[in-house]
């Protein structure tokens, strides 16, 4: 009795994997409006970068808020940012999507699709506030920690934040249509929600992680994961990178895996 009260209460699979590719690219793309959106934002993201101001602005937000010690330099940061991509997020998304039988390539097509500029900026630093909500509604997270402390770069930041969590599960949100058809699991906006709500009041508060294979079992995987999850964890390690571009391009090279001699102490995040 008890399995079938599960099972009838389980929620109904995410369209991203029940609906073919070609119904899943043109939900992704959206409508006029919606493509108008993107290029929007898009446009937004590019004179970000050329305002070099912009992301010493915004650590110092952070730094206000608590969550930033000593301030790095933007090369520091860019090559951090390379960083967390090579150690976290590109081996961890190829093992997830190959356990629940999702192509890794496709999948970044459609997150493109539906909002190209979440590709373009790993740390979020230069990031919109919309832009960061939207890219943590559209794929599953490892662990949304890093980017709910990003939200403090923004005056009401984690109100949005919650409020469009909650739109998303009511089926609101004027972006609903596209974000279903990229995220992995039917009920992660309803567990994110959950989670932004206890995050709120402590931000000590245990975050939803994501169901992963063998990586975590790599000592070095789990260190990456461990320092890379938060976002002072990622600046301290990006106050460690050289603060020239030539230094570290060398470095980029040299360095294959994870220093353990990096990583943030104690266990992998629970």
Excluded at 9 to 25: H, N, V
Excluded at 73 to 102: C, H, N, T, W
Aim: one cysteine or more; charged letters at 25%.
């Amino acid at each position: 009795m008890e399995t079938l009260t599960r099972q009838a209460t389980a929620p109904a699979p995410a369209l991203r994997q029940s609906a073919p590719p070609l119904t899943l690219i043109r939900t992704a793309i959206g409508g006029p409006r919606e493509v108008a959106a993107k290029l929007a934002r898009l446009l937004r993201t590019v004179r970000l970068w050329l305002r070099p101001g912009e992301v010493r602005g915004r650590l110092e937000q952070l730094q206000r808020a608590g969550l930033v010690d000593e301030l790095p330099v933007r090369a520091q940061i860019f090559f951090g940012g390379l960083d967390m991509l090579r150690f976290v997020i590109e081996p961890f998304s190829r093992e997830y999507y190959k356990m629940k039988g999702i192509s890794f390539g496709f999948h970044q097509l459609l997150r493109v699709l539906d909002d190209p500029v979440s590709m373009i900026d790993p740390t979020g630093f230069l990031s919109e506030r919309d832009t960061i909500i939207g890219h943590v509604m559209q794929v599953v997270h490892l662990n949304p920690i890093y980017d709910l402390q990003l939200m403090e770069m923004f005056p009401g930041g984690l109100d949005e934040f919650e409020r469009q969590v909650a739109a998303m599960v009511d089926g609101s949100h004027p972006r609903h249509r596209t974000i279903s058809a990229i995220v992995e699991e039917p009920d992660y906006h309803a567990r994110l929600l959950e989670y932004v709500r206890r995050y709120r009041r402590d931000r000590y508060a245990p975050p939803i992680r994501r169901e992963q294979g063998e990586l975590r079992s790599d000592p070095h995987a789990a260190a990456a994961e461990r320092t890379f999850a938060t976002l002072p964890g990622f600046l301290r390690y990006c106050r460690r990178l050289p603060p020239g571009a030539t230094a570290n391009l060398l470095r980029l090279r040299r360095v294959e895996r994870f220093p353990l001699e990096w990583a943030e102490p104690g266990p992998s995040p629970a």
